[in-house]
């Protein structure tokens, strides 16, 4: 009698291990792939300004700017995924910006609430790319502590937020624009959906 060995179902644990290393190497494609399109945007508007005459000169940081405050109104976790109360939900960002006091970068801290009762508090660092002398695109990055309360779980109480926004200054240095930001833990656990959000931002400066 010939002893037959099937090797068509791998283990259970394989399985198992395999998804995670897909659901992993998918949230890090999705993240690169929004990273790749943010600086792809942002190269085409310098490109494209610095085509103009040279009424568009390209300069980093806001020396001399007292510091501002910031609010925004817009939309959390645009791109839901299926997990349980994941979805889009409206949200109020505010965020205190302390000005050029690191060189070109300007240290801020921020704090957000979502309509189903999320709340993340963050702190963090942007730069100014001065892209003409009232177009203003900032990167920015930060880290904090949020809880979902009945909206989308992360996967994580600490979480980091990565974006950037446009906008138009003023001449008495008020700021109107558009801010887009990814929020996830970077893997710190194996949960990670990460979200996707957008605001319109205000900003005045602060002269105390």
Known sequence: MRAVV????????????????????????RFLTMAKRAMLAAVAAVACLAAQPAAAQLSLGSPGEPP??????????????????????GDLVGEYHFGDVLWIFSPFLGAQVTTKGGTYAYFGFGFDINLT??????PNGAAGWYQPGGGTPLGSWWEFKTGAELDYKFADLTRLGLAVHHISNAGLTHINPGEQQIEVVYSMPLRW
């Not at 501002?68 to 889009?88: M, W």
């Not at 002398?133 to 900032?138: A, C, I, K, Q, R």
């Open 6 to 29: 099937s090797l068509s179902a791998p283990p259970i644990a394989g399985n198992v291990v395999s998804t995670m290393l897909r659901k992993g190497l998918g949230d890090r494609v």
């Open 68 to 89: 501002r405050l910031e609010l925004g109104v817009g939309a959390f976790d645009i791109t839901p995924s299926k997990r349980n109360n994941a979805g889009t939900q």
């Open 133 to 138: 002398p009232n177009w203003v695109f900032t």
